[in-house]
DNA sequence: TCTGGGGTCCTAGGACCC
DNA sequence: TCTGGGGTCCTAGGACCC
């Protein structure tokens, strides 16, 4: 049987979910008729583009470039701030309606996610019809606009559904990849980057197209396994399935922050790294891995990023522990430069169906575990700000730093 | 483009073993 | 013993995605 795919995206998806909460709310003006990004606070130097509106677009108005140049470009341009919490909401609904026609769907991110539609074609018939009614059925329901995919791979319903925005439906089977794909820019096929996109160019790559009928063996010498895989994807041939996402394992949990100000103390900055470590202990414990290995990492203030990781003798879900390993790595890493970014992030996983315990000092595993115990419990129940350390007391640094908690669901993966 | 925060995967080089 | 080759593990860094 033929596969059918579907990929789904909501057009410029922070902002319109934060057009429909304010017009749900109240609010007459809807910014997706103006000049309006979802963006950081530069006070905060958070100040970045998340989203913006299609009325920005003339300005010319790009995703991930700082505030300041975007007020540069337009002046009156509207820029709120992010709600996170409302967006993995906006995302849960619209997973929600998808699944009314298929249970087989991979939430890509917050605001993308592939169906495979193959054994529904039987019981709905026609896809592109299907694919019509669910994209009306979100617009009056929910909202906001999505523009659909479909081919008989997940490669090919994803250039699919970026050739008709917004709110549009474009087919891309195999038969179709010569027309409609190839003659498009190298630079906008899955997995070609900002760095990839040059060394194609210097061996006369312009369009996918000229990837396509480039010389496999070439690609292989010069951009090894990547080579190989984007000319497969150039040519259409990617196999991979649909993974429901609750059979997606997560791989590594891990927080970051740019601080509002430059650290450049030893203390402040095992502050700043507790108040992660809080936030990705809690996340692991959520989870129900233990982590082999902690990662430390920063950038100074001259945009200078290193790291340092390592593996735990005995593998753990102890925000403590994480601490102290994070702290002992940082100290060797850190020649006091002043900070600007610091981040921390465990990894390795395995099950935690038993606990294991330290032979030599049991008792305070198990304290351990069970202060992580309480903190998570009074937490989730009542407010993050329930518990605090008192090192935080007056310390300008949060209790904890970080997003992704409750309602977290694995996302992403480079390859599809 | 003065540049966020969440991820995954790949590669290179050194340590160590046989 | 100045010297081979293969395998595995570890770490740092960089590529990509949204």
């Given amino acids: 049987m033929k596969s059918v795919i579907f990929h789904i995206d909501v057009n410029s998806a922070y902002l319109s979910w934060e057009a429909v909460y304010r017009l749900q709310h109240g609010e007459t003006l809807d910014l997706r008729t103006i000049p309006s990004a979802v963006g950081g606070d530069p006070v905060k130097r958070h100040g970045i583009i998340l989203a913006k509106s299609h009325a920005a677009k003339p300005y010319k108005i790009q995703t991930g470039e700082s505030l300041m140049a975007a007020y540069q470009k337009c002046p009156h341009l509207k820029v709120v701030p992010p709600r996170y919490d409302l967006y993995l909401r906006s995302s849960n609904a619209m997973v929600e309606l998808i699944s009314e026609y298929s249970d087989a769907i991979q939430r890509y991110s917050i605001d993308e996610c592939f169906v495979d539609f193959t054994h529904m074609v039987k019981l709905y ?7 019509f009614i669910i994209k009306e059925r979100i617009k009056k329901e929910l909202g906001f606009t999505v523009s659909i995919g479909i081919s008989s791979n ?7 559904s970026d050739l008709k925005k917004p709110d549009g439906i474009t087919t891309l089977f195999p ?4 027309e409609k794909m190839w003659p498009l820019p190298v630079g906008d096929l899955f997995m070609v980057g900002r760095a990839t996109y040059p060394k194609l160019n210097a061996l006369g790559i312009e369009t996918i197209g000229d990837l396509a009928n480039y010389d496999v ?25 649909v ?51 902690v990662a430390v990492h920063f950038k100074t203030h001259t945009f200078n990023s290193t790291g340092h990781q390592r593996k735990f003798d005995t593998p753990t879900d102890h925000t403590r522990d994480i601490y102290e390993e994070a ?17 921390v992030r465990v990894s390795e996983f395995c099950e935690n169906d038993f606990v294991q315990l330290h032979i030599f000092n049991e008792k305070d595993t198990q304290k351990n575990r069970k202060l992580d115990a309480v903190i998570d419990t009074l937490r989730a129940r009542f407010e993050p700000k329930t518990i605090i350390r008192g090192s935080f007391i007056n310390s300008g640094i949060k209790p904890m730093t970080g997003g992704v908690g409750e309602d977290d669901f694995p996302l992403m993966s480079s390859i599809l």
């Fill in 125 to 131: 018939g026609d896809p592109f019809s299907t694919a």
């Fill in 154 to 160: 997940k490669l090919l319903a994803k250039v699919a």
């Fill in 175 to 178: 038969e179709e990849i010569a």
């Fill in 217 to 241: 063996e070439i690609l292989k010498s010069t951009l090894k396994s990547q080579g190989v895989l984007i000319w497969h994807y150039a040519n259409g041939i990617e196999t991979s399935p």
């Fill in 243 to 293: 993974k429901k996402s609750n059979h997606l394992a997560i791989k590594s949990i891990g927080n970051s922050t740019t601080m509002p100000f430059d650290i450049d103390t030893t203390k402040e900055a095992h502050l700043m790294i507790l108040s992660l470590c809080e936030m990705v202990g809690m996340r692991l414990r959520d989870s129900g891995y233990l982590t082999r290995l």
């Fill in 327 to 343: 702290c002992a790595l940082f100290d060797v890493l850190w020649d006091g430069t002043p900070l600007r970014h610091i981040g």
